[in-house]
């Protein structure tokens, strides 16, 4: 809220609601009673929740759809589980590379994804390869200061430089792999060549593991992550090289609508059902359909219940969220038809804006919205 932080004053009660985005000083008695009635509500949905955390996310008419969580640590994985995650979608490890004095070495990272991997217990576990840079820097790094990070030195790019940083990172991945069920999935990626790099960093990694008598999995996915645009639009030229698309839209929106996603005075902008970011979403599961690879989403708009039905329509394999969300989007596709959801994508695949894209599906579900 920037400035308007000091228009605040000292002592004063304050509502903030998350969920809208709204914060409320000196709410009057109406409103403190309506937020007071609003948290038990919440309370009482947590039980209902809770009962639906071991139900798979299926359409009536029987199509499932995996739901996931992100995590930042392996300690989030116990949390995830309980709210009925059905594995892990995004390990953000640039986590495990952040608060510490230098580069964590292969065996300090293989550690961490170890028991990420084991507490999964079978399930998938995405491990995202260091996503620095951008929004998300590292002192130790050295990084030069630059005119515009989003676009510039950063994870991928990186990695595909600082060999002495990638190679442990993959090394420490593939040895985790013998512990349960782990996927590896790039960053930042515009070009088949970057992946065709990274293949070739997988094969030497195998070769150094071997040479180093190190176990390791042979069985470990490598994927994607689309959030540039440039992948979106040559997703039918990636898909051939990768085992999965997880499309992150926190980036995709920014990139696609020239909107920084750290800008509170041009939120409004940031709008993930405009009807060009929807385009790159649909071609992008569809690249992955037709090269028979899966397609998932690890941005936050896979923790949306109404943009979940149309990438249901779109047929979306998987979506990854922060784990409090997972119950909402179970019960909105528990509640909906493939056929419902089709119809509805070709709805508002009609229309011009974002806008009037949400409200249409806010009118259209609300009787299935719990919330
Ligand atoms: C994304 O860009 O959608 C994403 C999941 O990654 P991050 O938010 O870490 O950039
Ligand atoms: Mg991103």
Known sequence: IGEKLA???????VIIDGERGDILVRPDEVTLAGYREKIKHQEERKAYYAELAPLPAVTTDGVRVELCANIGNHMDV??????????????????????????????????????????????ICVIRTMDIGGDKPLPYLNIDPEENPFLGYRALRISLDRHDLFLPQIKAILRAGLYGKAAMMVPMVI???????????????????????????????????????????????LAPYVDFFSIGTNDLIQYTLAVDRGNAQIAHLYNPFNPAVLRLIRRTIKSAREAGIWAGMCGEMASDPYAAVLLLGMGISELSMSAPSIPRVKEMIRSVTMEQAKQLLDDVMKMEHGVDIRAYMHKTLEASDAS
């Open 7 to 13: 228009e605040i004053p000292d002592g004063a009660l």
């Open 191 to 237: 070009s088949v060549s970057e992946i065709q790099r990274v293949q070739k960093l997988v094969e030497q990694a195998k070769v150094e593991l071997a040479h180093e008598g190190k176990e390791y999995s042979d069985d470990v996915q490598v994927g994607i992550m689309v959030e540039t645009p440039a992948a979106a639009v040559v997703s039918p030229l």
């Open 78 to 123: 116990d949390a995830a589980l309980t709210y009925g995650a059905e594995g892990v979608g995004l390990f953000r490890s640039e986590f495990v590379f952040m608060g510490k004095q230098d580069i964590p070495t292969e065996d300090d990272q293989f550690k961490a994804y170890k028991e990420a991997v084991e507490k999964c217990g079978g399930k």
